[in-house]
Protein backbone atom coordinates (compact mmCIF):
# COMPACT_ATOMS: atom_id res chain seq x y z
CA UNK A 1 0.00 0.00 0.00
CA UNK A 2 1.32 3.12 -0.95
CA UNK A 3 1.94 5.86 2.32
CA UNK A 4 0.53 8.91 2.49
CA UNK A 5 2.84 11.84 1.93
CA UNK A 6 2.61 14.54 4.81
CA UNK A 7 3.33 17.79 3.10
CA UNK A 8 4.35 21.00 5.82
CA UNK A 9 1.48 23.41 5.97
CA UNK A 10 3.17 26.13 3.99
CA UNK A 11 3.84 23.96 1.06
CA UNK A 12 0.36 22.63 1.13
CA UNK A 13 -0.68 26.51 0.92
CA UNK A 14 1.43 27.44 -2.12
CA UNK A 15 0.00 23.70 -4.18
CA UNK A 16 -3.65 24.99 -3.62
CA UNK A 17 -2.33 28.19 -4.63
CA UNK A 18 -1.08 26.72 -7.33
CA UNK A 19 -3.89 24.74 -8.43
CA UNK A 20 -6.11 27.24 -8.54
CA UNK A 21 -3.91 29.77 -10.45
CA UNK A 22 -3.54 27.49 -13.46
CA UNK A 23 -6.80 25.50 -13.05
CA UNK A 24 -8.27 28.88 -13.69
CA UNK A 25 -6.15 30.79 -15.64
CA UNK A 26 -5.26 33.41 -13.16
CA UNK A 27 -6.40 34.75 -9.58
CA UNK A 28 -9.65 35.59 -8.60
CA UNK A 29 -11.23 38.11 -10.57
CA UNK A 30 -14.45 39.68 -11.97
CA UNK A 31 -14.61 40.26 -15.56
CA UNK A 32 -17.33 42.97 -17.41
CA UNK A 33 -17.98 42.56 -21.07
CA UNK A 34 -19.24 45.60 -23.50
CA UNK A 35 -21.04 45.93 -26.50
CA UNK A 36 -19.54 47.86 -29.54
CA UNK A 37 -21.85 49.04 -31.72
CA UNK A 38 -21.22 50.91 -35.51
CA UNK A 39 -24.01 52.46 -37.21
CA UNK A 40 -24.31 53.42 -40.69
CA UNK A 41 -27.26 56.54 -40.00
CA UNK A 42 -28.18 57.17 -43.34
CA UNK A 43 -27.75 61.18 -43.63
CA UNK A 44 -29.36 61.17 -39.89
CA UNK A 45 -30.53 64.98 -38.64
CA UNK A 46 -29.91 66.31 -42.43
CA UNK A 47 -33.64 66.71 -43.24
CA UNK A 48 -35.68 66.63 -45.97
CA UNK A 49 -34.85 67.95 -49.59
CA UNK A 50 -36.44 68.16 -52.72
CA UNK A 51 -34.38 64.99 -53.65
CA UNK A 52 -35.17 62.87 -50.05
CA UNK A 53 -38.67 64.15 -48.94
CA UNK A 54 -38.39 60.94 -46.88
CA UNK A 55 -35.04 62.13 -44.95
CA UNK A 56 -37.34 62.87 -41.75
CA UNK A 57 -35.09 63.23 -38.36
CA UNK A 58 -38.44 62.85 -36.07
CA UNK A 59 -39.27 59.86 -37.31
CA UNK A 60 -35.40 58.53 -37.20
CA UNK A 61 -35.16 59.52 -33.96
CA UNK A 62 -38.30 56.77 -32.90
CA UNK A 63 -36.41 54.19 -34.98
CA UNK A 64 -32.75 55.06 -33.32
CA UNK A 65 -34.44 55.05 -29.73
CA UNK A 66 -35.83 51.77 -30.16
CA UNK A 67 -33.20 50.05 -31.66
CA UNK A 68 -30.62 51.35 -29.19
CA UNK A 69 -33.23 50.45 -26.22
CA UNK A 70 -32.92 46.70 -27.23
CA UNK A 71 -29.14 46.91 -27.96
CA UNK A 72 -28.00 48.65 -25.17
CA UNK A 73 -24.67 48.73 -26.47
CA UNK A 74 -21.61 50.74 -24.20
CA UNK A 75 -19.66 51.93 -27.06
CA UNK A 76 -21.21 53.51 -30.35
CA UNK A 77 -19.70 54.60 -33.77
CA UNK A 78 -22.19 56.51 -35.83
CA UNK A 79 -21.46 57.47 -39.38
CA UNK A 80 -23.08 59.57 -42.31
CA UNK A 81 -24.74 62.37 -39.61
CA UNK A 82 -25.67 65.67 -39.52
CA UNK A 83 -22.30 67.60 -39.42
CA UNK A 84 -23.89 70.23 -36.94
CA UNK A 85 -22.21 70.70 -33.46
CA UNK A 86 -25.46 70.71 -31.70
CA UNK A 87 -27.22 67.55 -33.21
CA UNK A 88 -23.88 65.30 -32.54
CA UNK A 89 -23.58 66.96 -28.44
CA UNK A 90 -27.32 67.61 -28.00
CA UNK A 91 -29.97 66.44 -30.08
CA UNK A 92 -28.29 62.99 -30.08
CA UNK A 93 -27.74 62.79 -26.06
CA UNK A 94 -31.27 64.58 -25.71
CA UNK A 95 -33.66 63.02 -27.55
CA UNK A 96 -32.13 58.91 -28.00
CA UNK A 97 -29.45 58.29 -25.97
CA UNK A 98 -31.09 59.24 -22.66
CA UNK A 99 -34.23 57.34 -23.16
CA UNK A 100 -31.67 54.23 -23.10
CA UNK A 101 -30.08 55.12 -19.99
CA UNK A 102 -30.77 58.83 -18.59
CA UNK A 103 -27.10 60.67 -18.44
CA UNK A 104 -25.08 57.56 -18.88
CA UNK A 105 -23.80 58.24 -22.60
CA UNK A 106 -21.13 60.80 -23.13
CA UNK A 107 -19.40 61.35 -26.93
CA UNK A 108 -16.09 62.36 -28.53
CA UNK A 109 -15.41 65.62 -29.90
CA UNK A 110 -16.96 65.80 -32.98
CA UNK A 111 -14.42 67.78 -35.69
CA UNK A 112 -15.25 68.54 -39.23
CA UNK A 113 -12.14 70.62 -40.69
CA UNK A 114 -13.16 71.13 -44.31
CA UNK A 115 -16.68 71.66 -43.89
CA UNK A 116 -18.32 68.57 -45.70
CA UNK A 117 -22.37 67.91 -44.87
CA UNK A 118 -22.11 64.85 -42.60
CA UNK A 119 -19.61 63.75 -40.08
CA UNK A 120 -18.64 60.24 -38.10
CA UNK A 121 -19.09 60.59 -34.11
CA UNK A 122 -18.41 57.98 -31.24
CA UNK A 123 -20.13 57.99 -27.96
CA UNK A 124 -19.86 55.61 -24.92
CA UNK A 125 -21.07 54.45 -21.27
CA UNK A 126 -19.98 57.52 -18.69
CA UNK A 127 -20.20 55.10 -16.16
CA UNK A 128 -18.21 52.48 -17.64
CA UNK A 129 -15.47 54.64 -19.97
CA UNK A 130 -13.53 57.59 -19.29
CA UNK A 131 -12.62 60.22 -22.45
CA UNK A 132 -9.09 60.72 -22.61
CA UNK A 133 -9.24 62.47 -26.40
CA UNK A 134 -10.28 62.82 -30.36
CA UNK A 135 -7.49 63.26 -32.75
CA UNK A 136 -7.65 63.30 -36.63
CA UNK A 137 -5.93 60.92 -38.37
CA UNK A 138 -7.58 61.70 -41.61
CA UNK A 139 -8.96 65.13 -42.54
CA UNK A 140 -12.14 65.09 -44.92
CA UNK A 141 -13.07 67.27 -47.55
CA UNK A 142 -15.91 69.02 -48.95
CA UNK A 143 -15.24 68.26 -52.63
CA UNK A 144 -14.74 64.39 -52.25
CA UNK A 145 -17.59 63.76 -49.83
CA UNK A 146 -15.08 62.32 -47.23
CA UNK A 147 -15.68 62.95 -43.36
CA UNK A 148 -12.76 62.78 -41.35
CA UNK A 149 -11.57 59.82 -39.42
CA UNK A 150 -11.04 60.52 -35.89
CA UNK A 151 -9.64 58.25 -33.00
CA UNK A 152 -10.93 58.82 -29.49
CA UNK A 153 -9.21 57.21 -26.79
CA UNK A 154 -11.09 55.80 -24.16
CA UNK A 155 -9.85 53.92 -20.45
CA UNK A 156 -11.65 51.79 -18.61
CA UNK A 157 -13.32 52.87 -15.54
CA UNK A 158 -12.25 49.54 -13.22
CA UNK A 159 -13.90 49.20 -9.70
CA UNK A 160 -10.21 49.46 -7.96
CA UNK A 161 -9.28 52.42 -10.65
CA UNK A 162 -8.88 54.78 -7.65
CA UNK A 163 -6.83 52.49 -5.75
CA UNK A 164 -4.58 51.26 -8.28
CA UNK A 165 -4.44 53.98 -10.37
CA UNK A 166 -4.42 51.09 -13.14
CA UNK A 167 -6.83 50.79 -15.87
CA UNK A 168 -6.94 49.87 -19.89
CA UNK A 169 -7.34 51.83 -22.24
CA UNK A 170 -9.52 51.46 -25.56
CA UNK A 171 -8.99 53.43 -28.81
CA UNK A 172 -12.26 53.39 -31.46
CA UNK A 173 -11.39 54.18 -34.86
CA UNK A 174 -14.68 55.35 -36.83
CA UNK A 175 -14.40 55.58 -40.24
CA UNK A 176 -16.96 56.17 -43.33
CA UNK A 177 -15.44 55.60 -46.34
CA UNK A 178 -15.84 56.82 -50.27
CA UNK A 179 -18.67 54.86 -51.94
CA UNK A 180 -18.99 53.72 -55.09
CA UNK A 181 -17.80 50.70 -57.12
CA UNK A 182 -15.28 52.94 -59.24
CA UNK A 183 -13.95 55.21 -56.01
CA UNK A 184 -11.91 52.54 -54.39
CA UNK A 185 -8.66 54.75 -55.02
CA UNK A 186 -10.33 57.58 -52.90
CA UNK A 187 -11.27 54.70 -50.29
CA UNK A 188 -7.97 52.89 -50.49
CA UNK A 189 -6.01 56.82 -50.14
CA UNK A 190 -8.11 57.80 -46.92
CA UNK A 191 -6.74 54.11 -45.23
CA UNK A 192 -3.28 55.16 -46.71
CA UNK A 193 -3.64 58.17 -45.30
CA UNK A 194 -4.94 56.76 -41.92
CA UNK A 195 -2.36 54.07 -41.85
CA UNK A 196 0.92 56.02 -42.24
CA UNK A 197 -0.68 58.86 -39.26
CA UNK A 198 -1.19 55.61 -37.24
CA UNK A 199 2.30 54.66 -37.61
CA UNK A 200 4.20 57.99 -37.48
CA UNK A 201 2.55 57.70 -34.00
CA UNK A 202 2.61 54.99 -32.54
CA UNK A 203 5.31 52.04 -32.31
CA UNK A 204 2.89 49.33 -32.56
CA UNK A 205 -1.22 49.23 -31.90
CA UNK A 206 -2.55 47.78 -28.36
CA UNK A 207 -6.31 47.59 -28.22
CA UNK A 208 -7.47 49.51 -31.54
CA UNK A 209 -10.87 49.02 -32.93
CA UNK A 210 -11.40 50.15 -36.61
CA UNK A 211 -15.27 50.33 -37.56
CA UNK A 212 -17.84 51.93 -40.16
CA UNK A 213 -18.52 51.94 -43.20
CA UNK A 214 -15.98 50.70 -45.77
CA UNK A 215 -18.01 50.79 -49.00
CA UNK A 216 -15.47 48.10 -49.95
CA UNK A 217 -16.52 45.98 -52.86
CA UNK A 218 -14.26 42.61 -52.14
CA UNK A 219 -11.49 41.43 -49.57
CA UNK A 220 -8.90 42.50 -52.34
CA UNK A 221 -9.42 45.78 -52.13
CA UNK A 222 -6.75 47.58 -51.54
CA UNK A 223 -8.09 49.44 -48.57
CA UNK A 224 -9.54 46.50 -46.41
CA UNK A 225 -6.04 44.94 -47.36
CA UNK A 226 -4.04 48.07 -46.00
CA UNK A 227 -5.25 47.08 -42.54
CA UNK A 228 -5.34 43.12 -42.96
CA UNK A 229 -2.60 42.60 -44.56
CA UNK A 230 -0.03 45.01 -44.21
CA UNK A 231 3.78 44.82 -44.70
CA UNK A 232 4.02 45.68 -41.26
CA UNK A 233 2.22 43.57 -39.13
CA UNK A 234 2.57 45.19 -36.40
CA UNK A 235 -0.08 46.83 -37.63
CA UNK A 236 -2.26 44.47 -38.80
CA UNK A 237 -6.09 44.63 -37.93
CA UNK A 238 -7.89 41.31 -37.90
CA UNK A 239 -11.61 40.47 -39.30
CA UNK A 240 -13.36 38.18 -36.95
CA UNK A 241 -16.45 37.87 -39.40
CA UNK A 242 -14.18 37.21 -42.41
CA UNK A 243 -10.29 36.43 -41.79
CA UNK A 244 -9.96 37.68 -44.90
CA UNK A 245 -11.80 35.51 -46.82
CA UNK A 246 -13.38 36.74 -50.07
CA UNK A 247 -17.19 37.54 -50.06
CA UNK A 248 -17.74 38.66 -53.02
CA UNK A 249 -20.58 36.74 -55.39
CA UNK A 250 -20.44 34.30 -52.37
CA UNK A 251 -23.53 35.69 -50.93
CA UNK A 252 -25.26 32.67 -50.31
CA UNK A 253 -21.90 31.68 -47.92
CA UNK A 254 -21.87 35.27 -46.35
CA UNK A 255 -25.51 36.03 -45.85
CA UNK A 256 -25.71 36.19 -42.40
CA UNK A 257 -22.99 39.14 -42.94
CA UNK A 258 -24.87 41.58 -45.72
CA UNK A 259 -25.17 44.76 -44.37
CA UNK A 260 -26.64 46.12 -47.51
CA UNK A 261 -29.10 47.20 -48.30
CA UNK A 262 -32.33 46.62 -46.18
CA UNK A 263 -34.64 48.03 -49.02
CA UNK A 264 -35.48 46.76 -52.27
CA UNK A 265 -37.63 49.87 -53.03
CA UNK A 266 -36.91 53.75 -52.58
CA UNK A 267 -38.09 55.11 -49.59
CA UNK A 268 -37.51 58.52 -50.95
CA UNK A 269 -34.63 59.06 -47.97
CA UNK A 270 -31.66 58.68 -50.51
CA UNK A 271 -30.97 55.35 -49.58
CA UNK A 272 -29.96 52.76 -51.93
CA UNK A 273 -31.80 49.93 -53.01
CA UNK A 274 -32.05 46.49 -54.22
CA UNK A 275 -32.15 43.96 -51.19
CA UNK A 276 -29.39 42.59 -49.11
CA UNK A 277 -26.66 41.75 -51.68
CA UNK A 278 -23.43 44.08 -50.24
CA UNK A 279 -20.88 44.08 -47.53
CA UNK A 280 -19.56 47.22 -46.73
CA UNK A 281 -19.50 47.55 -42.83
CA UNK A 282 -16.84 45.78 -40.68
CA UNK A 283 -15.30 45.82 -37.27
CA UNK A 284 -11.81 45.13 -37.23
CA UNK A 285 -9.21 44.42 -34.33
CA UNK A 286 -5.54 44.50 -33.36
CA UNK A 287 -4.11 41.14 -32.17
CA UNK A 288 -3.69 42.84 -28.79
CA UNK A 289 -7.64 42.40 -28.60
CA UNK A 290 -8.08 39.12 -30.66
CA UNK A 291 -5.28 37.55 -28.39
CA UNK A 292 -6.50 39.32 -25.42
CA UNK A 293 -2.28 40.72 -24.28
CA UNK A 294 -3.87 43.70 -22.26
CA UNK A 295 -6.47 42.63 -20.35
CA UNK A 296 -8.71 43.36 -23.03
CA UNK A 297 -10.20 40.91 -25.26
CA UNK A 298 -12.19 40.36 -28.25
CA UNK A 299 -15.21 37.69 -27.44
CA UNK A 300 -14.87 34.54 -29.71
CA UNK A 301 -18.04 34.44 -31.78
CA UNK A 302 -19.61 38.16 -30.83
CA UNK A 303 -19.70 39.43 -34.05
CA UNK A 304 -22.53 39.74 -35.92
CA UNK A 305 -24.90 42.01 -38.09
CA UNK A 306 -27.54 43.71 -35.99
CA UNK A 307 -31.02 41.86 -37.63
CA UNK A 308 -29.41 39.85 -39.99
CA UNK A 309 -30.58 36.61 -39.94
CA UNK A 310 -29.42 35.50 -43.78
CA UNK A 311 -32.70 34.26 -44.87
CA UNK A 312 -33.28 37.57 -47.35
CA UNK A 313 -30.30 37.96 -49.80
CA UNK A 314 -31.74 39.93 -52.66
CA UNK A 315 -34.99 40.85 -50.68
CA UNK A 316 -36.07 43.67 -48.41
CA UNK A 317 -35.13 42.59 -44.13
CA UNK A 318 -39.25 43.06 -44.05
CA UNK A 319 -39.62 40.71 -46.80
CA UNK A 320 -40.63 37.05 -46.14
CA UNK A 321 -40.08 34.65 -44.93
CA UNK A 322 -40.70 36.76 -41.31
CA UNK A 323 -37.59 38.11 -40.18
CA UNK A 324 -37.29 36.27 -36.31
CA UNK A 325 -34.01 37.16 -35.09
CA UNK A 326 -34.86 39.82 -33.39
CA UNK A 327 -38.52 41.31 -32.18
CA UNK A 328 -41.13 42.58 -35.30
CA UNK A 329 -40.71 46.24 -34.85
CA UNK A 330 -37.22 46.01 -34.14
CA UNK A 331 -36.68 44.37 -38.20
CA UNK A 332 -39.31 47.63 -38.84
CA UNK A 333 -36.66 50.50 -37.26
CA UNK A 334 -33.93 48.39 -39.04
CA UNK A 335 -35.41 48.57 -42.13
CA UNK A 336 -37.27 52.44 -42.17
CA UNK A 337 -33.95 53.71 -39.83
CA UNK A 338 -31.09 53.53 -42.57
CA UNK A 339 -29.91 51.11 -45.71
CA UNK A 340 -27.30 49.51 -43.54
CA UNK A 341 -27.60 47.44 -40.83
CA UNK A 342 -25.12 47.99 -37.72
CA UNK A 343 -22.30 45.76 -36.82
CA UNK A 344 -21.64 44.61 -33.28
CA UNK A 345 -19.25 42.79 -31.69
CA UNK A 346 -18.31 42.25 -27.62
CA UNK A 347 -14.48 42.89 -25.83
CA UNK A 348 -14.14 41.31 -22.61
CA UNK A 349 -12.05 43.61 -19.90
CA UNK A 350 -10.64 42.06 -16.90
CA UNK A 351 -9.51 44.88 -14.74
CA UNK A 352 -5.95 45.52 -13.62
CA UNK A 353 -6.44 43.83 -9.95
CA UNK A 354 -7.42 40.26 -11.63
CA UNK A 355 -4.86 39.48 -14.61
CA UNK A 356 -7.50 37.57 -16.17
CA UNK A 357 -6.47 35.75 -19.32
CA UNK A 358 -2.28 37.20 -18.73
CA UNK A 359 -1.31 33.44 -17.85
CA UNK A 360 -3.45 32.32 -20.82
CA UNK A 361 -1.74 34.72 -22.99
CA UNK A 362 1.52 34.34 -21.84
CA UNK A 363 4.50 34.65 -24.05
CA UNK A 364 7.12 32.38 -22.83
CA UNK A 365 10.53 33.11 -23.54
CA UNK A 366 13.72 31.18 -21.98
CA UNK A 367 15.88 34.42 -21.83
CA UNK A 368 13.72 35.87 -19.21
CA UNK A 369 13.91 35.15 -15.72
CA UNK A 370 13.40 36.18 -12.64
CA UNK A 371 13.13 35.91 -8.40
CA UNK A 372 12.86 37.25 -5.55
CA UNK A 373 15.95 38.37 -3.30
CA UNK A 374 15.07 39.64 0.20
CA UNK A 375 12.84 42.33 -0.31
CA UNK A 376 14.11 42.98 -3.99
CA UNK A 377 12.51 41.26 -7.62
CA UNK A 378 15.68 40.40 -9.99
CA UNK A 379 14.56 40.84 -13.35
CA UNK A 380 17.08 39.01 -15.91
CA UNK A 381 16.67 39.91 -19.44
CA UNK A 382 19.91 38.17 -21.03
CA UNK A 383 19.46 38.31 -24.74
CA UNK A 384 15.81 39.45 -24.84
CA UNK A 385 15.76 41.67 -28.00
CA UNK A 386 12.16 42.74 -27.21
CA UNK A 387 12.62 43.61 -24.32
CA UNK A 388 16.25 45.05 -23.81
CA UNK A 389 16.35 48.40 -23.46
CA UNK A 390 12.88 49.35 -24.10
CA UNK A 391 9.76 50.76 -22.22
CA UNK A 392 8.01 48.32 -20.65
CA UNK A 393 5.03 48.41 -17.87
CA UNK A 394 6.24 46.06 -15.08
CA UNK A 395 3.79 45.07 -12.71
CA UNK A 396 3.79 42.75 -9.90
CA UNK A 397 0.44 41.31 -8.30
CA UNK A 398 -0.28 39.16 -5.31
CA UNK A 399 -2.64 35.95 -4.84
CA UNK A 400 -5.94 38.46 -4.44
CA UNK A 401 -5.07 40.68 -7.71
CA UNK A 402 -3.71 43.40 -5.64
CA UNK A 403 -0.82 45.86 -7.30
CA UNK A 404 2.35 45.13 -5.37
CA UNK A 405 3.98 47.38 -7.49
CA UNK A 406 4.00 49.01 -10.49
CA UNK A 407 6.37 50.93 -13.32
CA UNK A 408 7.38 52.17 -16.30
CA UNK A 409 10.73 51.50 -16.98
CA UNK A 410 13.70 51.03 -19.92
CA UNK A 411 14.59 47.48 -18.97
CA UNK A 412 18.61 46.17 -19.07
CA UNK A 413 20.21 42.94 -18.87
CA UNK A 414 20.19 43.10 -15.26
CA UNK A 415 17.36 44.51 -13.18
CA UNK A 416 16.69 44.93 -9.37
CA UNK A 417 13.80 46.82 -8.04
CA UNK A 418 12.69 46.96 -4.70
CA UNK A 419 9.55 45.62 -3.07
CA UNK A 420 9.84 46.50 0.92
CA UNK A 421 7.71 44.87 3.36
CA UNK A 422 6.97 41.95 0.80
CA UNK A 423 5.32 38.70 2.61
CA UNK A 424 6.19 35.06 1.62
CA UNK A 425 3.71 33.82 -0.87
CA UNK A 426 2.73 33.51 -4.96
CA UNK A 427 2.93 36.11 -7.15
CA UNK A 428 2.13 37.07 -10.60
CA UNK A 429 4.92 39.21 -12.47
CA UNK A 430 3.68 40.57 -15.83
CA UNK A 431 5.43 42.73 -18.40
CA UNK A 432 4.17 44.50 -21.05
CA UNK A 433 6.35 46.05 -23.40
CA UNK A 434 5.88 48.91 -25.73
CA UNK A 435 5.83 46.31 -28.75
CA UNK A 436 2.40 45.27 -27.66
CA UNK A 437 4.32 41.69 -26.33
CA UNK A 438 2.84 40.51 -23.11
CA UNK A 439 4.86 38.25 -20.55
CA UNK A 440 3.78 36.58 -17.36
CA UNK A 441 6.16 34.71 -14.44
CA UNK A 442 4.44 33.27 -11.44
CA UNK A 443 7.08 33.65 -8.55
CA UNK A 444 6.77 32.15 -4.97
CA UNK A 445 8.51 33.66 -2.53
CA UNK A 446 9.44 31.74 0.26
Known sequence: MRKTQNFPASLKIMLVAFVLFYSHGAFAFTNDTLKIFS????NYGVGATLQCPGLLTFKKHVYLREILKYERPDIIGF?????????ATDTIPNKILDSVCYKCYSHGI???HNGYAKIDMMYYRNDKLGFVSTSTLVSGNNIDSISDINLHKLYYKSPDLAATHDTQFINIIVVHLYSGKLNSSYRSNEILGMVDTIQARYASLGNFIVMGDFNSQSCTELCYQYLTSPSDTNYRFYDPGFFNKDWKG???LYAKYLTQTTRVDTLTDCGST???KDIYDHMLFTRSLMDGLDSVKYLPGSYHVVGQDGKHTGHALIDTPANI???????RDLYYMSNHLPVESKIVISTPATVTGIVKNDIS?????ARFNSEKLLIDLKDNEVLLNERSSVKLYDMNGKVIYSNIMNLKSSNSIDVPNISNGTYLLNISAHSGRVYSKKLIRL
Open 39 to 42: YNSL
Open 79 to 87: MKMDSSVSF
Open 110 to 112: PTN
Open 250 to 252: NDA
Open 274 to 276: GGM
Open 325 to 331: IVPTNIV
Open 365 to 369: DPNIS
